[in-house]
């Protein structure tokens, strides 16, 4: 399927394959390498969280949040 064929696409179509690929992709994250700052990078703000320095959010609230800003 080509860039041009995508965009023609219905938005819940797109959204369809979109999740289809995501969880595709899911399932095969243990064979992606991670790169040493990367790991580095998430100890560092796993620190922060624990210490009290940063604060972790729920996704469904952050979605949440994020569609009541859009609306008038």
Not at 24 to 39: C, G, M, T
Not at 42 to 54: F, I, P, Q, S, T
Request: hydrophobic share 40%.
């Amino acid at each position: 399927m080509s860039v041009a064929e995508v965009r023609q696409l219905p938005l819940a179509e797109k959204l369809q394959i979109m999740e289809a690929i995501w969880e595709d992709l899911r399932s095969q994250a243990e064979q992606v390498p991670v790169p040493a700052w990367h790991k580095e990078l998430l100890d560092e703000r796993r620190k922060a969280v624990e210490e009290g320095r940063e604060e972790v959010f729920d996704w469904d609230a952050v979605k949440d949040c994020l569609g009541a800003r859009r609306k008038p």
